[in-house]
């Protein structure tokens, strides 16, 4: 069982940045996709962004295009979550997991989570 750490969440308000990064094994980031999706409450776990580990390509939630940017560090076996402009809209637990099937905009696609980091934004 590979374990991924999350963390940089807190409570920010609207327009304000934040970074979340996510801590893996290198035998969960090699040769894997890794995402982070989001819960709020009450609501289903959603895809928010993803990369590839090898190549660096990325895909992201429309609803975070131009705001959100998912990076890796490689050394670091480290996965970021750069989020600016938030919106209270944004206010979840945000996870981060391993893909292993399916597709990658599907939060049913991952494996491996974090515990999540919580992120609230005020209005």
């Known amino acids: 069982q590979v374990q991924q750490a999350d963390s940089g969440g807190g409570l920010v308000q609207a327009g304000d940045s934040l970074r979340l990064s996510c801590a893996a094994s290198?035998?969960?980031?090699?040769?894997?996709?890794m995402g982070w999706c989001r819960q709020a409450p009450g609501k289903e776990r959603e895809f928010v962004a993803t990369i590839n580990w090898r190549t660096g390509f990325t895909y992201y939630a429309d609803f975070v295009k131009g705001r959100f940017t998912i990076s890796r560090d490689i050394a670091k076996h480290t996965v970021y979550l750069q989020m600016n402009s938030l919106k209270p809209e944004d206010t979840a637990v945000y996870y981060c997991a391993a893909y292993i099937r399916g597709s990658v905009y599907d939060s049913s696609s991952y494996d491996s989570w974090g515990q999540g980091t919580q992120v609230t934004v005020s209005s």
């Open positions: 290198e035998r969960t980031v090699s040769p894997y996709v």
